[in-house]
């Protein structure tokens, strides 16, 4: 069996140049990702890319919508039994409801 495809792990983050985001993010067929601001990146992704969100957080609608307005493909995890809480890190300073993704 020949592979005909590969995998580019992209971790962008406050340093990484934004030409770059974007060089990485067009030349992507499958972005996927765990609920998050990074998944904005889609806006830019090629007509023919599709969004795999690893875990919408209780939240469909989101970039699905953002998904369906930029014409890309989209799916989402959907089975919560797969689900397994972490406890909380003491040392952040955040005392709030943990956000869905964090439960």
Same mark, same amino acid.
């Given at each position: 069996?020949? @592979?005909? +495809?590969?995998?580019?792990? %992209? $971790?962008?983050?406050?340093r990484?140049d ?8 067009? @030349? ?6 765990? =609920?998050? %601001?990074?998944?904005? =990146? ?6 023919w !890319? %599709?969004?795999?969100?690893? +875990?919408n /957080?209780g939240?469909?609608? /989101? +970039?699905?919508?953002? !998904? $369906?307005? $930029?014409?890309?493909?989209? !799916?989402?995890?959907e089975?919560d039994?797969k689900?397994?809480?972490?406890e909380a890190?003491? $040392?952040?300073? +955040?005392?709030?409801? %943990?956000? =869905?993704?964090?439960?």
């Amino acid at each position: 069996l020949q @592979n005909d +495809y590969s995998v580019q792990l %992209a $971790r962008f983050d406050h340093r990484t140049d934004f030409k770059k985001q974007l060089e990485t993010i067009r @030349n992507t067929d499958l972005l996927v990702g765990i =609920h998050g %601001a990074g998944l904005t =990146h889609l806006l830019f992704l090629p007509s023919w !890319a %599709a969004v795999l969100e690893l +875990y919408n /957080c209780g939240d469909p609608g /989101c +970039y699905s919508d953002l !998904a $369906r307005l $930029r014409g890309v493909k989209y !799916a989402t995890w959907e089975d919560d039994t797969k689900l397994r809480s972490e406890e909380a890190d003491p $040392r952040q300073p +955040y005392k709030g409801l %943990a956000h =869905h993704k964090f439960i």
